[in-house]
């Protein structure tokens, strides 16, 4: 059995338990006759073939595929809210979409809901130097946000590896976490206003609010990572940092995971405000890594049980060097780190950061890979990875072939407290899936961590939410549901 | 008339439009019973006489009173949880008070609400030197919470003048701003879990949340800046960043605002990552301030119309003091500054906050004073102030005595977009008033700016929310309201 082909599997037939709600409309000629009134050709496409609508029926895992015959590319908020009134009155179902980048199968349909795709809303709205504030469409690519802002000497307090499809509005959507949390915080403190439109088509707006504003509850926080299931977000202002004029970082190797969380807290102390990333990987991460790369020098001498990347930021060069190498000497004194590196150049800085960056991919090149994201407290963080490896290894799955686990790897941001678990593999199986779940998100729930950490919840993770909330937050969470898409025509199977 | 007797008027006299809501029931011995049985004598103050209880019924500025001849105090969840549970079971209605030192009549009744004051519950619930999460009981003032991160190499990320009294819950049930949101961002984004008591009784916890959790809506937010009117929060946990080595200061004298804003684009550039504060004032601002600390030498050659006090704090005092000595130098060059000086010590630091500290009770010194606290966008952020003073000038109010006003005044968070004014007065009088409201309402709504940055809504805002809200945000905050509390017990008369 081959691991991703060109097409996934139909969710609806992955999934046979779950049927499509009947209280949904099927789709019909005046129903396109409607879109077609209100939309010009370019922001339209209807198909009957899978191939021709295969990038918008399926996610970029290629782990589910929905049947939608039709996609919707509205260029502005009044037409957004033009379709979702149609679709409300009409009982159709509707997802929406950005750049479809989603790991858990939360930006594509499952039976035939209507694609509301948001890349024809590319245009950024305002940008604001003296107070940081930016506003844009949801569309926007988040590589382009960057290239603007960075134009405009500011960055866009967020990346992620998927920087060249994901939308702005989409990883507002699923409160995407990314690699400086760290140090520009959550989008929740961010995010500085919303444009959404209702699934009855109303327009609720706090895009022209300011840094400051205490007049009343804050509505818009509930649509950052609700993963459009109350509402389609069609702008979003948020707050720009300044650009930093300096980078640097450092790799090491370490003994334990202990040593990881008191060089942890020596960077904090040491090198507190410029420090920007501190990225973990385990052994088999960078052994992956390491024959996936292959030919590209490592930057270390040997091999440890645990590699650390460290990142700095800040406005002057010579002063972050100074810290940074003070803390890399005195670190390699006390003999918490094995061993160490500082880049020397900007190439050099981008070789280190390619080896964490090229972890994902080199999991995934084998095949497949099964894939988790949770957060723990620090001192419980990689105790999953391990309790996982030993499960697997002591049913004798891991190995060489023909086993069907390459490596069970663990890596992640400390800082954030967030481990994601890779288990690479030659064949997705019954017999692992069977090992890994519900043990994963059992074990998570015992040390009361949170089973999504950043990827969300999307089709993957419904009906697991009890892992990591009680009883009662899944039942105001349902009443937040009902209470802003009474016909549940938004995203339906998914989340809540 | 005198300002500021020993009581305030009673709120129900000074309001007569304002009604007590006839179905909440009237306390008899029967709840007093109850309360006893559950609670210890120290745990409960009742009493008919207004000066027992003058401390709990009026605000700190003296501005509102209620009646309330019953205080609770309640040591642990479980018993707040039950005296809600009482009080929605018999529409008892309840108003919840921490430091009481909020500046909109949000923390104090109005009419005989029972006061459910959360300061014996004060107990540091843990902290992790790792990660930096601080969790604590909502009751423990915000001194002892500064104390207790410092003692532990950190900082709680937040500071306000009134850290000697306001307690941590309140603090996050008001989103309250401060000195530093420019370095560590707002509640939203720092606040990790609540514990909260809803209007039912029924606790919802998200305190051992940790840094990232997607797992669905973020309930959470909803209570920060809630002041009190959807859920009693009994517990937070909040990430606390690593104290800073170094701190400095520069206190300078410019020209025009829009200096100012060249200013504080040309610091977040320069000194970035360890700015952490940047304040300005107007002339009269500093003149009230001259008087008041009269004697202290001021700290610069000349007056001027702004002045600008700018804060860095890092992890290394050598590095920071260079780029804070470099910026000063560039910026007296090229004539951004008119005059400028800069921290020699510790001392010095502080006798230069002094200055930005005392604005306040400089301006409240002369009897009174009219309080306004307002976000706009940074080009528009001083001229809300030059337009009150015209309107009053032009009325003849402004002068030496008997003229009832002293001084119209500006100051406040460049930072973040906010602005304080104040209007130093000898005596209240309906003329200023009948000036001010709906003047600066309207004059903000007209700029797209907040009624409330930072102060929050309470009693004296309650009904100005749709000069910075829209119908259907209002609407939809109304939705929350009566959804978490049905029969509208909790802190009633206030807020939507």
Redesign the interface.
């Known amino acids: 059995m081959t691991v991703q082909p060109s097409f996934a599997q139909l969710t609806a037939e992955a999934y046979p338990k779950v049927k499509r709600n009947s209280s949904f409309k099927v789709i019909d000629s005046a129903d396109k006759d409607y879109f077609r009134s209100i939309l010009s050709k370019d922001e339209i496409i209807e198909s009957q073939s899978p191939e021709e609508l295969a990038s918008f029926n399926q996610d970029w895992m290629k782990k589910y595929r929905g049947q939608s015959n039709l996609v919707l590319f509205p260029n502005s908020t009044e037409k957004v809210s033009k379709i979702m009134k149609y679709c409300n009155d009409n009982k159709l179902a509707v997802v929406p979409q950005g750049g479809n980048t989603d790991l858990v199968g939360a930006s594509v349909p499952v039976f035939d809901e209507i694609i509301l795709s948001l890349k024809n809303m590319n245009k950024v709205r305002d940008f604001?130097?003296?107070?940081?504030t930016f506003k844009c469409d949801a569309g926007v690519v988040m590589r382009d946000a960057h290239q603007f802002l960075s134009d405009h000497?500011h960055i866009f307090p967020l990346d992620l590896p998927s920087r060249n499809n994901c939308h702005v509005g989409g990883v507002v959507s699923?409160?995407a976490?990314g690699l400086n949390?760290l140090r520009y915080?959550?989008l929740?403190?961010?995010v500085l206003g919303l444009e959404v439109v209702l699934p009855n088509g109303?327009?609720?707006?706090?895009i022209?609010?300011?840094?400051?504003?205490?007049?009343?509850?804050?509505?818009k926080?509930?649509f950052?990572?609700?993963e459009g299931t109350?509402g389609v977000i069609t702008g979003v202002s948020i707050l720009a940092a300044?650009k930093?004029?300096a980078l640097n970082a450092i790799f090491c190797g370490i003994d334990s995971f202990d040593t990881v969380?008191d060089l942890?807290?020596k960077a904090?102390?040491?090198?507190?405000?410029?420090l920007s990333a501190f990225e973990f990987m385990d052994r088999g991460s960078i052994e992956c890594t390491v024959e996936y790369l292959k030919g590209m020098p490592f930057p270390l001498q040997n091999h440890h049980n645990f590699y650390v990347l460290i990142e700095t930021?800040?406005?002057?060069k010579i002063?972050d060097d100074?810290?940074l190498h003070a803390f890399l000497s005195s670190a390699l004194d006390s003999k918490l780190l094995s061993e160490g590196v500082m880049a020397k150049d900007k190439a050099d800085y981008e070789r280190l950061w390619t080896w964490r960056k090229s972890v994902p991919p080199a999991c995934n090149s084998y095949g497949g890979m099964y894939k988790y994201d949770m957060?723990?407290?620090?001192?419980d963080l990689y105790s999953v990875s391990e309790a996982v490896t030993k499960r697997l290894n002591e049913a004798g799955l891991i190995g060489d072939a023909p086993k069907p686990i390459v490596k069970s790897v663990g890596y992640g941001?400390v800082g954030?407290?967030?481990i994601h678990l890779n288990i690479a593999v030659r064949e997705f199986t019954k017999e692992i899936e069977g090992l890994l779940e519900p043990f994963v998100y059992e074990y998570i729930a015992s040390k009361?961590?949170?089973?999504?950490?950043?990827?969300?919840?999307g089709f993957h993770?419904k009906g697991h939410?009890h892992y990591?909330?009680?009883d009662?937050?899944?039942r105001?969470?349902k009443?937040?549901k009902n209470?802003y898409d009474p016909n549940g025509i938004l995203n339906p199977y998914k989340?809540?």
Do not use: C, W
């Not at 022209?208 to 509505?219: E, I, M, Q, S, V």
């Not at 957060?375 to 001192?379: D, I, V, Y």
């Open positions: 604001d130097p003296v107070s940081g000497d699923t409160n976490g949390l915080g959550s929740h403190g961010n109303e327009i609720i707006s706090s022209n609010a300011l840094r400051k504003d205490n007049t009343g509850y804050d509505l926080q509930l950052i990572g609700a109350i300044a930093p004029k969380q942890f807290v904090k102390g040491e090198l507190s405000e410029i930021s800040g406005s002057n002063h100074e810290k957060s723990l407290q620090l001192k941001h954030d407290g967030n009361k961590g949170s089973i999504s950490a950043e990827h969300g919840v993770k939410l990591s909330r009680s009662i937050e899944i105001f969470m009443d937040v209470h989340y809540i």
